[in-house]
């Protein structure tokens, strides 16, 4: 299947569905079951060895667990088991055997792809991401995030929010996936987005004599992260192995180090230049490079003729803005806060497409923004800072980790996916 035919328009359901796992594409209707098995004195399916998850897992740990069905005719989001006669809603990819979240199957939900060269700062930036999503941003939104497995929920808070959030140490460099295979992080973005009808007069949401918002609707994303090594985008073998989910993206989230455009060091804080980039070790890691190493691949798989662009949205961010100093104006748009009213406020979002594009365009990195125009019909330039200062050493800056506006690029993607509304 063509990637203009697996990117639909804002509002258009896909006929199959797509594993945030195995990105297998499944029709909806042939979404296997999996037992509830034994609860208590319930009685049910005993635990079998799951060959296919142990296989994706690489491992039996975990595989044990009641046994897979086919689903009946007709099914909907329950069956009955045909060996123990007990319901079930627990539905699994034909595949890998990985859990499918009810909301992700009844509302076939978007996959998100994150893409950065080294030290582009990827591992912080979900960290934050994540973090913001279950918390402020995701109450001005009206959204839940919910890890999809146990797998996700222990990584996330291993190796991503206790060091950097709660022990405010800086999250090392990445390892190759080629010596240190890694699952993606699977998320369930789901939002409750009322009408315009659903509103009061004041603005606010009108509810019903229950309490229940008033005509909502509900839009589901699956947020799938990699914390991809820079060098892993290099290796076309290790790149094709270990990063298939940009082939089921429905969109791309691109970081670019600002310390990593040789253009940029004038604009750099005095504290900042110290810790410029490593591109006279590494010049293969330059953004434009990775970059288009991506774009190949998703050129060459999906068979696009020469001057065809890609049509999936495309967000390209600046990281590390906070050390950008005094090169950029006070009055720049990339100074002001979002107003988090809950919708995208679409005069800021040109305001900072416009910034940022004079900024690489200013650091002779002008041809980044060509590159993107001549490959993505979609695509919008961002700045962000996810740590909000300068790092102390190892250490996150004496202030903590404040963010800023690290969800703006996601916020454009729910914008282009019809999830959030633009004023």
């Not at 790149?239 to 310390?259: K, N, T």
């Not at 005095?270 to 070790?281: F, N, V, Y």
Request: glycine share 8%; net charge neutral; charged share 25%.
């Amino acid at each position: 299947m063509s990637l203009a035919s697996r990117v639909s328009l804002p509002g258009l359901a896909r006929q199959e569905i797509t594993c945030p796992y195995c990105f297998v594409e499944i029709n909806p209707q042939r979404i296997p079951f999996r037992c509830r098995g034994q609860v208590g004195r319930r009685q049910g399916c005993a635990p079998v060895l799951d060959r296919e998850l142990a296989e994706y897992t690489g491992s039996t740990a975990g595989a044990s667990l009641p046994p897979v069905f086919a689903p009946p005719p007709r099914s909907g989001g329950r069956a009955d088991c045909p060996d123990c006669g007990q319901p079930t809603h627990n539905r699994v990819c034909p595949e890998c055997h990985n859990p499918l979240p009810t909301a992700y199957c009844d509302s076939p939900g978007r996959i998100v792809a994150l893409v950065g060269a080294k030290n582009a700062g990827k591992s912080t930036y979900i960290a934050v991401l994540l973090h913001e999503l279950m918390n402020r941003v995701g109450t001005e939104l009206d959204t839940s995030l919910v890890a999809c497995d146990d797998r996700t929920i222990e990584r996330y808070k291993r190796d991503f929010a206790r060091p950097l959030l709660e022990e405010r140490r800086l999250l090392p460099t990445t390892a190759s996936a080629a010596t240190a295979p890694r699952e993606p992080l699977v998320y369930l973005l789901t939002r409750t987005r009322p009408s315009k009808l659903a509103r009061t007069p004041l603005g606010g949401l009108a509810r019903t004599p229950l309490g229940g918002l008033a005509r909502a609707k509900h839009d589901a994303l699956a947020l799938v992260l990699f914390d991809t090594a820079g060098e892993d985008l290099r290796s076309r073998e290790v790149r094709d192995l270990h990063l298939r989910y940009l082939e089921a993206a429905d969109a791309i989230i691109f970081l670019v180090d600002p310390l990593e455009l040789p253009g940029a060091h004038n604009a750099l804080a005095d504290e900042a230049q110290s810790r410029e980039g490593t591109l006279g070790e590494d010049p293969d890691s330059e953004p434009i490079n990775i970059i288009a190493r991506v774009t190949e691949a998703l050129r060459l798989r999906h068979g696009l003729r020469p001057g065809e662009r890609l049509p999936i949205p495309v967000a390209v961010a600046l990281t590390k803005i906070d050390a950008l100093g005094p090169a950029v104006s006070r009055q720049s748009a990339l100074h002001r806060s979002r107003s988090g009213s809950g919708v995208l406020d679409l005069d800021d979002r040109a305001a900072v497409n416009e910034q940022v594009r004079a900024l690489l365009h200013d650091w002779n990195a002008g041809q980044l923004d060509l590159f993107l125009s001549q490959q993505y019909a979609d695509y919008a330039l961002f700045g962000l800072s996810a740590l909000g200062s300068m790092p102390e050493g190892d250490r996150v800056g004496a202030g903590g980790v404040r963010p800023y506006r690290a969800e703006d690029p996601l916020l454009w993607l729910l914008y282009r996916f019809g999830m959030l509304d633009g004023e």
